[in-house]
């Protein structure tokens, strides 16, 4: 060969390599029975079906043939869907950046019919969600011999017959792993991974009790083993919204210090991505906002203050930053454990001026209410049989605050409700800062408050306020 030729062949080369290295995605896509309508490409984030976003869109020529092309080198791959213009009609693909591939398949027989070209992990992928669709039926078949059984012996047969077919669909990931350990669809695999306690006695030191907790503790130590938060592919999966709930809801402990550590371990995993760290970010921050749990809040100020606060939020504007701080500062001073903000109100019943502080009870109970908010007109009532019974005796006192109503109203409210042995004060000027300060943006808002003002509840009601009192009352005395 000529020193032209090699030239000729070494450049050819060079752009073959180019051309594979490209970045975003070419799909040419041909379904037969399909013409002039649309077809778009779509992702999930985070989340399963029906969630799913638009990434591209195509148009179908009269011979079925539609092509989707981008040069985004941002562009992050993951299980991605044809979906077709009836929005109903759509098959999965797994995508990489930097793939080019076709795809032929005849709208009649979708998602069986399907033909990858230049894709072997598509093959693959299509061959797993083949083997999904039997093993599914095999779990249907045991879910009605479950129903079937009729006595112990016989569910306890169908249970076993069960784990062995869960042992088949690990066997076939973990197989799959082994001979394409670099694959889109082993890190899939991987993501999805479920921990297996090793079998046989587990005992405690002593080589003799049984470690009754060994099962949760493997578990939850290896719960994250697979999931790499390195490969923001994962989270257009979808797995992590699932795990973050199974994680955060069953096997972290709804306290807010358990909450912020199991946070920042899982955060710096995925530090210095975009996708996986936005997510779990995100994800946190809606479990503290709507979380039932008491105390939750604090876990809201914690994550404020040490990664929005520190420019860790990179999607979010100034303006969307700046509500998250508000936020956050609004609720700081009245999370659990803090000293109650001080409230200097004048007594509606008598123009006296009551200082919260200044009173001195082993529990004071701090209600904000309104007259006329119907909630209020059956709570209070509730909370004062409740006080009658059982608080009063327990050195409970009671501070209320009118956030809304003319004198008459309020004194109607208290006069009507025999509420006469509760302290109760107004705002008429409005000058007292306890909405800001106890984050008071509806009614009845409850706090519980110790002999020594710190607050010990929030967000209570008359079925949890007499329970908290006993399990303070205890911890104090096995405290001493």
Known sequence: MNKIALITLLILSLCAGDVAARPGYRIHLKIDGVKDSMVYLAHYYGKPMPTIFKRDSARFDKKGNAEFKSDDETFVGGIYMMLLSDRKTYFEILLNNGDDYSILAPINNLPEGIKFTNSPVNDDFKA???????????QQGFEKEFKAAKNLADTQAVRKKSAGSSKV??????????????SLLSVIFKGLEIPQIPEGPHLLEDGKTKDSSFAYRYYKGHFWDGYDFQDDRLVHAPIIDAKLDEYFNKLVMPWPDSIEHEADVLLKKAKGTKHNFKYVLWWLTRYAENSKVMGMDEVLVYLVENY?????????????????????????????????????????????EEILHSGKAKFTLVIFYSPTCGHCQTEIPSIDSLYRKVLKAKGCKVYTVATEGDEKAIKDFITKNKLEDWTNTWDPGRTGDWRGKYDVYSTPSIYLLDDRKIIRGKKLDHSNIGSLIDMLELKEKNKK
């Open 128 to 138: 797993y969600t083949e083997f999904l669709k039997g093993y599914a039926a095999t």
């Open 169 to 182: 669909l690990i066997n076939y990931r973990r197989d799959y792993l082994k001979t394409h350990p670099n």
């Open 308 to 352: 929005y606060m520190k420019g860790d939020a990179f999607w979010l504007s100034n303006d969307e930053l700046v509500k998250y701080e508000d936020r956050a500062m609004k609720i700081a001073p009245n999370v659990l454990g803090n000293v109650a903000p001080v409230m200097k109100l004048p007594n509606v019943m008598n123009a006296n």
